[in-house]
């Protein structure tokens, strides 16, 4: 197959870049790597792109290796022919491969294999051939007791049992029945037990085209089904399916084409819909899980990259009843200060002394903000923490965030190599004060499909969505760069480039020798080589360093073309520190980009980068979204009357809507018919996870515990 032909295709670029592409990842360059220092070579694509295309690239090669397979399997059976040959250089996917190796694949024993043991296929071949003969005289010439054939009717079942097998195998007519049950099936789920209620209940009488149904719904389903509470199957016209097939197979109108026309009804009914309804309903399936995955990943993304509330004391509260409220305070680079356990949910003697602990600290450490988990007892200590910041004369604000993965975290390795004095209750205290400052550098530490920011993310394909989520992380751990100096070991392996190995030995040398004092420095690092090096050099910011350009995300190898850049603009390296190259763009763009491309040595892409760079040295690109929402006190669920209006921050986007928290412990539902005046696709092309959104309250049920919200403006209102 010619992949860059088909890539460029596929994926609307030049047949060069795909080539390019192919190239660049064949010689084990990372995605990061490829998108940020690249780009002249695949046309500025982002690396979500890029890695679609990779994707696509092992799926191709993947079929390709099991076409020639196949190919040799058939060829060894000296059963290949010029149509076999053909259909398989056709065959686009993989599926339409094992439908062509299907007739020569070995089987269990079935009915068909049987009747041909008993030497019956010479009869089968004649019944399928409809000429007009007298069936029964010919199957006279086969009955053999000692084969197990007793009489001429045991020998007609036999071959009809052959010609069914034969239909069934027939890849045409399984490709032409999944078509139609693609386009006409219905999927049509019933209660297994109409007498006991469950979550699943709205699907005990259900049915919806295969061609529309939602892949939510496809997932809720199949769970139904796998715990027992729904019977699934997939209806459709079975005429118009038997009609495809004796259109194929029923080429007379004799006695030998009823007995074909009989085969044909008993291989569509016990061996192909079966078999088809299967794949169908796993085509759904692997389609939902894709878009589940998709969604999970868009949500991911959007968390990691949180702004961070940077240069600030935090105290971060793990909420708890019995065994009281973990208490930690960590500074502005996260190191440890105080820890503490309160009980704000005992006693009233309790509540008070947790109050003056609380407080004690506070003033003690100048703490500006705090971090409250949303666990058991998060209400109770979200109360009490509004309570305690409201009695004191200083500005403290506060914010829920998600702990998902915090307990996870601190019983791990890592969090007993970083805090190996702290008990691990109080770890998960630290990591979510740490959640607060700087998502991203925190949440890396933790297995991305423990975060919890998608749907049915336990029934997706663990591996596919590992490597979907890793890639995410990857993805914006580069885009926002990493502090050689102050990185931890987990951040620093997910830098292009660096494996976990390689990253404990920055680590170990960076404690043995003290801070790297250059990016030229990394390469003394134990195994870290020059491919290594060539691929994570421009992701790591050396701040120590006396080279300003080692503060940039520019490249190494593209530093003399930064410093031709700045001669040629009538600059100096030290306006890079000083902030004073304002004005690089305007007087490039006067010189012309084109040629001063072309007098430096780089293309235009790479030039575009470097003026960013210099201009805005070792800039975040979190900086540049708005703040989180940090709240002051707290409302009770109580409190919320419909029509209330309220700011609120989106904590999960899914198919059928969006989470948003209000300020109460129980975060409220905006259906997706509720998030825009106009109509929308999808929840995720209007919201991100952590956006600040005004929303209404539209419904309030205490006892369910569920907001209802709105988005939507009242005509006449202004949002």
């Given at each position: 197959?010619?992949?860059?032909?088909?890539?460029?295709?596929?994926?609307?670029?030049?047949?060069?870049?795909?080539?390019?592409?192919?190239?660049?990842?064949?010689?084990?360059?990372?995605?990061?790597?490829?998108?940020?220092?690249?780009?002249?070579?695949?046309?500025?694509?982002?690396?979500?792109?890029?890695?679609?295309?990779?994707?696509?690239?092992?799926?191709?090669?993947?079929?390709?290796?099991?076409?020639?397979?196949?190919?040799?399997?058939?060829?060894?059976?000296?059963?290949?022919?010029?149509?076999?040959?053909?259909?398989?250089?056709?065959?686009?996917?993989?599926?339409?491969?094992?439908?062509?190796?299907?007739?020569?694949?070995?089987?269990?024993?079935?009915?068909?294999?049987?009747?041909?043991?008993?030497?019956?296929?010479?009869?089968?071949?004649?019944?399928?051939?409809?000429?007009?003969?007298?069936?029964?005289?010919?199957?006279?010439?086969?009955?053999?007791?000692?084969?197990?054939?007793?009489?001429?009717?045991?020998?007609?079942?036999?071959?009809?049992?052959?010609?069914?097998?034969?239909?069934?195998?027939?890849?045409?007519?399984?490709?032409?029945?999944?078509?139609?049950?693609?386009?006409?099936?219905?999927?049509?789920?019933?209660?297994?037990?109409?007498?006991?209620?469950?979550?699943?209940?709205?699907?005990?009488?259900?049915?919806?085209?295969?061609?529309?149904?939602?892949?939510?719904?496809?997932?809720?389903?199949?769970?139904?089904?796998?715990?027992?509470f729904l019977k699934v199957g997939v209806q459709i016209d079975d005429e118009r399916c038997l009609f495809a097939i004796h259109r194929l197979f029923v080429k007379a109108k004799n006695e030998s084409s009823e007995i074909v026309k009989a085969a044909c009804d008993d291989a569509y009914s016990r061996l192909?819909?079966?078999?088809?309804?299967?794949?169908?309903?796993?085509?759904?399936?692997?389609?939902?899980?894709?878009?589940?995955?998709?969604?999970?990943?868009?949500?991911?993304?959007?968390?990691?990259?949180?702004?961070?509330?940077?240069?600030?004391?935090?105290?971060?509260?793990?909420?708890?009843?019995?065994?009281?409220?973990?208490?930690?305070?960590?500074?502005?680079?996260?190191?440890?200060?105080?820890?503490?356990?309160?009980?704000?949910?005992?006693?009233?003697?309790?509540?008070?002394?947790?109050?003056?602990?609380?407080?004690?600290?506070?003033?003690?450490?100048?703490?500006?903000?705090?971090?409250?988990?949303?666990?058991?007892?998060?209400?109770?200590?979200?109360?009490?923490?509004?309570?305690?910041?409201?009695?004191?004369?200083?500005?403290?604000?506060?914010?829920?965030?998600?702990?998902?993965?915090?307990?996870?975290?601190?019983?791990?390795?890592?969090?007993?190599?970083?805090?190996?004095?702290?008990?691990?209750?109080?770890?998960?205290?630290?990591?979510?004060?740490?959640?607060?400052?700087?998502?991203?550098?925190?949440?890396?530490?933790?297995?991305?499909?423990?975060?919890?920011?998608?749907?049915?993310?336990?029934?997706?394909?663990?591996?596919?969505?590992?490597?979907?989520?890793?890639?995410?992380?990857?993805?914006?751990?580069?885009?926002?760069?990493?502090?050689?100096?102050?990185?931890?070991?987990?951040?620093?392996?997910?830098?292009?480039?660096?494996?976990?190995?390689?990253?404990?030995?920055?680590?170990?040398?960076?404690?043995?020798?003290?801070?790297?004092?250059?990016?030229?420095?990394?390469?003394?690092?134990?195994?870290?080589?020059?491919?290594?090096?060539?691929?994570?050099?421009?992701?790591?910011?050396?701040?120590?360093?006396?080279?300003?350009?080692?503060?940039?995300?520019?490249h190494p190898e593209s530093y003399d073309a930064a410093r031709k850049l700045l001669d040629l603009c009538g600059y100096t390296e030290n306006d890079i520190i000083s902030g004073g190259l304002n004005g690089l763009k305007e007087k490039t763009e006067t010189i012309g980009l084109e040629n001063a491309a072309q007098t430096?040595?780089?293309?235009?892409?790479?030039?575009?980068?470097?003026?960013?760079?210099?201009?805005?040295?070792?800039?975040?690109?979190?900086?540049?979204?708005?703040?989180?929402?940090?709240?002051?006190?707290?409302?009770?669920?109580?409190?919320?009357?419909?029509?209330?209006?309220?700011?609120?921050?989106?904590?999960?986007?899914?198919?059928?809507?969006?989470?948003?928290?209000?300020?109460?412990?129980?975060?409220?539902?905006?259906?997706?018919?509720?998030?825009?005046?106009?109509?929308?696709?999808?929840?995720?092309?209007?919201?991100?996870?952590?956006?600040?959104?005004?929303?209404?309250?539209?419904?309030?049920?205490?006892?369910?515990?569920?907001?209802?919200?709105?988005?939507?403006?009242?005509?006449?209102?202004?949002?």
């Amino acid at each position: 197959m010619n992949y860059e032909k088909q890539l460029s295709e596929e994926f609307h670029i030049k047949e060069e870049y795909a080539q390019n592409l192919i190239t660049l990842l064949d010689e084990g360059n990372t995605i990061p790597f490829i998108a940020r220092y690249r780009k002249e070579m695949h046309g500025t694509l982002d690396d979500q792109t890029i890695r679609e295309i990779s994707e696509r690239l092992d799926y191709l090669r993947n079929l390709d290796k099991r076409r020639e397979e196949v190919f040799h399997l058939i060829e060894g059976l000296e059963k290949m022919t010029d149509d076999i040959q053909t259909a398989l250089s056709k065959a686009a996917t993989l599926a339409e491969i094992e439908d062509i190796y299907r007739p020569y694949k070995p089987k269990r024993k079935t009915r068909a294999s049987a009747a041909k043991e008993k030497g019956l296929e010479g009869l089968a071949d004649e019944i399928l051939s409809q000429k007009d003969i007298s069936v029964m005289k010919a199957a006279q010439k086969y009955i053999d007791s000692e084969k197990g054939v007793a009489s001429a009717e045991d020998a007609i079942q036999g071959a009809a049992d052959i010609i069914a097998e034969n239909v069934s195998d027939n890849a045409d007519i399984r490709k032409g029945l999944k078509h139609i049950i693609r386009s006409n099936g219905i999927i049509v789920s019933k209660a297994a037990d109409s007498d006991k209620d469950s979550v699943y209940s709205q699907y005990y009488d259900y049915s919806e085209p295969v061609s529309r149904i939602a892949g939510h719904r496809v997932l809720a389903i199949d769970r139904g089904e796998r715990e027992g509470f729904l019977k699934v199957g997939v209806q459709i016209d079975d005429e118009r399916c038997l009609f495809a097939i004796h259109r194929l197979f029923v080429k007379a109108k004799n006695e030998s084409s009823e007995i074909v026309k009989a085969a044909c009804d008993d291989a569509y009914s016990r061996l192909i819909f079966p078999s088809v309804e299967r794949e169908i309903r796993s085509e759904l399936t692997e389609q939902a899980d894709e878009q589940a995955i998709k969604l999970f990943a868009v949500n991911l993304r959007q968390l990691l990259m949180q702004p961070p509330v940077k240069g600030h004391t935090a105290i971060g509260l793990d909420p708890g009843y019995r065994t009281g409220c973990k208490l930690a305070v960590v500074d502005e680079t996260g190191r440890v200060l105080d820890t503490a356990v309160i009980y704000p949910t005992h006693s009233k003697q309790q509540i008070e002394k947790s109050k003056q602990t609380l407080k004690a600290m506070i003033h003690q450490y100048h703490v500006e903000i705090i971090a409250i988990g949303n666990g058991t007892a998060s209400k109770e200590t979200e109360m009490f923490t509004a309570e305690c910041i409201s009695e004191i004369d200083q500005k403290v604000s506060y914010m829920v965030v998600s702990e998902a993965g915090a307990s996870v975290y601190s019983a791990s390795k890592l969090a007993a190599a970083e805090m190996p004095d702290l008990d691990l209750t109080l770890r998960s205290a630290v990591s979510i004060a740490r959640r607060l400052q700087d998502p991203l550098a925190e949440l890396v530490k933790i297995e991305p499909k423990a975060i919890g920011v998608g749907q049915y993310q336990h029934d997706m394909p663990q591996k596919r969505l590992s490597e979907a989520l890793d890639g995410v992380v990857e993805s914006c751990v580069n885009s926002v760069g990493a502090d050689l100096n102050t990185a931890s070991p987990a951040l620093l392996a997910r830098v292009s480039g660096i494996s976990a190995a390689v990253s404990k030995n920055i680590v170990a040398y960076r404690e043995e020798n003290g801070a790297f004092h250059s990016r030229e420095e990394l390469k003394k690092v134990s195994k870290l080589g020059p491919k290594s090096f060539e691929q994570c050099a421009g992701f790591l910011r050396v701040p120590e360093s006396e080279n300003p350009l080692d503060h940039t995300a520019v490249h190494p190898e593209s530093y003399d073309a930064a410093r031709k850049l700045l001669d040629l603009c009538g600059y100096t390296e030290n306006d890079i520190i000083s902030g004073g190259l304002n004005g690089l763009k305007e007087k490039t763009e006067t010189i012309g980009l084109e040629n001063a491309a072309q007098t430096i040595g780089t293309g235009i892409p790479t030039l575009c980068d470097i003026i960013d760079e210099l201009t805005k040295p070792g800039r975040d690109p979190r900086d540049e979204l708005p703040p989180p929402l940090l709240r002051t006190d707290v409302l009770d669920m109580n409190d919320l009357k419909p029509g209330m209006r309220l700011k609120g921050t989106v904590r999960n986007v899914i198919d059928f809507g969006a989470f948003v928290d209000i300020g109460v412990h129980q975060d409220g539902l905006v259906h997706i018919s509720q998030i825009s005046n106009r109509r929308i696709k999808h929840p995720s092309d209007v919201l991100n996870v952590g956006d600040v959104v005004s929303v209404r309250i539209l419904s309030v049920d205490t006892e369910k515990k569920r907001i209802s919200l709105t988005m939507k403006e009242e005509k006449n209102e202004k949002v």
